[in-house]
């Protein structure tokens, strides 16, 4: 087990109207892959993140890198570490509004919010995500035919996302263009 988390309620305003969210994840499969596979299928809200993880484990990854979803990526490449055990007792409370759930702003605000001066640091958000998926899957310890299916799962979940990775070159695109012209 790398990493145990408890159940979470949703609230906005007030903690007497908190929810019980039914999405909390725990991922218990033997295999690196079907671990990986599980958690990029079933993670919607990444509550898990602040459970208790292993520090040998944590030490083991990049952290949370500077990009949009890197989070994400850290779950994933616990997961690929080990297994993540969900507490049932709702001892997590998640205020879900827009200036403490960075989901729910919009994209412009999301960069404004990260990078408030626009620069070439925001641009290809979703290359970045993908070399961390990758990164992540050669430093996990693994054996080479789990390595391949990792690395052929990323590649199919990069093909059906790769509407994003083309809207990184026209933004850059779009980016660079605009740096030539306003000098």
Known sequence: MVLAAPRTRLFADDLTNA???????????????????????NLRLNNAITGLI?????????????????????????????????VDEFLYYRRMEVPTAPGLRDPVAWRKHHYPQTSARVLFQSWKKCFGWMRACM???????????????????YYWDRRSLMIDVQSAFRYATERVLHK
């Open 19 to 41: 929810t019980d969210y039914e999405h909390d994840i725990e991922i218990l499969d033997s295999s690196p892959v079907a671990r990986l596979v599980r958690l990029t299928s």
């Open 54 to 86: 292993r520090m040998r484990s944590l030490r083991c990854t990049r952290l949370i890198d500077s990009f949009y979803g890197a989070d994400e990526v850290l779950m994933g490449h616990l997961a690929m570490l080990g297994k993540i055990i969900r």
């Open 139 to 157: 430093a996990t310890p693994m054996s080479i035919a789990e390595r391949g299916q990792v690395l052929n799962y990323l590649v199919r979940m």
